[in-house]
């Protein structure tokens, strides 16, 4: 084998491996999503514990990332579609890893609400969940797949997040206003609603930048409702 042919075979290699802990990382955050919030319904401390530990997995993968890519680029000085591809593997890292950072303030607040009584906007909170996993879960196999159409599919998802987003928002501000002992959970209910309408803006940055990784353009500007309310993170 020739020396450019074992070039071009070790840099799809190291390639294949930067896609491959992308792939752990995504898979981590989308357990990470539906524990979280399987946790928060069922009142489990124990599971939310877990989550909340499990993040640590998720960041030591986001710094193997950067490491093999900046590596990558030292090393393989790759040009065009290939540098494209290993600058969107280094910024989707950090936004999974920002995933994984709202499923883990999504757990903490688990103990928060463990004795709260039964509150009805909860039952509007997992299907926003499950929404956002798939989010996920498809634009990174659309970075693994360098797949522009699934790209622009998960985008368009979501403004589905931001209307459950704004649904939660007015059903819980009716909540608080029935009964002004309810405001304490339901603001931790909306803090959860907020992480998780975060989680839908973050999958569709990833998306942006698979699209563009894949085509070499930037995706159309894509119009975002607004949110009645934006609470500052944890």
Partial sequence: ??????????????????????????????????????????RDIEAANRVIENDKKIDALEAVVERDAVQLIALRAPMADDLREVVAALKIAGVVERIGDYAKNIAKRVHVIEHSASIEPLSLLPEMARIVGEMVHNVLDAFAARNSKIAVMVCERDRAVDDFY????????????????????????????????RMGDHATNVAEMVYFAATGE????????????DPVDD
Avoid at 167 to 193: D, K, Y
Avoid at 218 to 229: C, V
């Fill in 1 to 42: 084998m020739g020396t450019s042919a074992h070039t071009v075979k070790a840099f799809d290699q190291d390639l294949d491996q930067l896609r491959a802990s992308i792939a752990q990382m995504g898979g981590l955050a989308e357990d990470a999503i539906a524990e979280s919030m399987r946790a928060l319904m069922q």
């Fill in 166 to 197: 704004n649904s939660i928002f007015r059903t819980l501000l009716t909540f608080m206003m029935e009964n002004p002992q309810n405001i304490g959970a339901a603001t931790h209910l909306l803090f959860i609603a907020k992480n998780l309408e």
């Fill in 218 to 229: 930037q995706m159309g500007e894509r119009t975002k409702g607004e949110s009645p309310l």
